[in-house]
């Protein structure tokens, strides 16, 4: 959605719409990759619960500081980003989690994977906008939180066993 007031960031119209649309899966992936991580924080369960219970608040701390540049860029550009459950759960690319234990190694997993899916599509839409949208901060934006899920992954895997 555009906003009211004109903005001129140098970026034709349809590419800022294009890199919107991008921005607001990322964004709605971040919130749903937020909640699940806050549900490991609260639920995790087992022997190792305490350092668990404190490394998953450190990464959905993280994440909640990624939902906010990612919500900032889309508003830098010239539209209003999505705020919504709904709109998030019609946006994202991940799904919510299933599970009968709560054990911090299937959160780990799964929680890993969920990096992982997010990384791919940063890629995609990297390579999209730079052969595409020629837009280079949001290239150099996305290759940011590329670097950052790629070091939360690298957490992630160095617990498992």
């Not at 607001?24 to 490991?40: C, P, W, Y």
């Not at 219970?53 to 909640?64: C, K, P, R, S, V």
């Not at 020629?134 to 790629?150: C, N, P, R, S, Y």
Request: with cysteine; charged share 25%; hydrophobic share 40%.
């Amino acid at each position: 959605m555009k906003t009211e007031i004109e903005i001129e960031v140098a970026i034709e119209e349809t590419h800022t719409q294009l890199i919107t649309n991008d921005l607001a899966k990322i964004l709605a992936d971040e919130f749903v990759l937020s909640t699940k991580t806050r549900n490991a924080h609260w639920n995790v369960t087992g022997s190792d619960f305490y350092d668990k219970h404190i490394f998953f608040e450190i990464q959905f701390g993280e994440l909640d500081a990624i939902i906010d540049t990612v919500a900032e860029r889309i508003r830098k550009i010239g539209h209003f980003a999505p705020a919504s459950l709904k709109s998030f759960l019609e946006l994202t690319q991940l799904t919510e989690m299933s599970r009968e234990k709560n054990d911090s190694q299937g959160f780990i997993k799964e929680l890993l994977f969920d990096h992982n899916t997010i990384i791919f599509k940063l890629r995609e839409y990297i390579h999209c906008a730079n052969e595409n949208l020629k837009d280079v901060a949001t290239i150099d934006f996305m290759t940011q939180l590329l670097g950052k899920h790629e070091k939360m992954a690298w957490f992630l895997r160095s617990h498992l066993q």
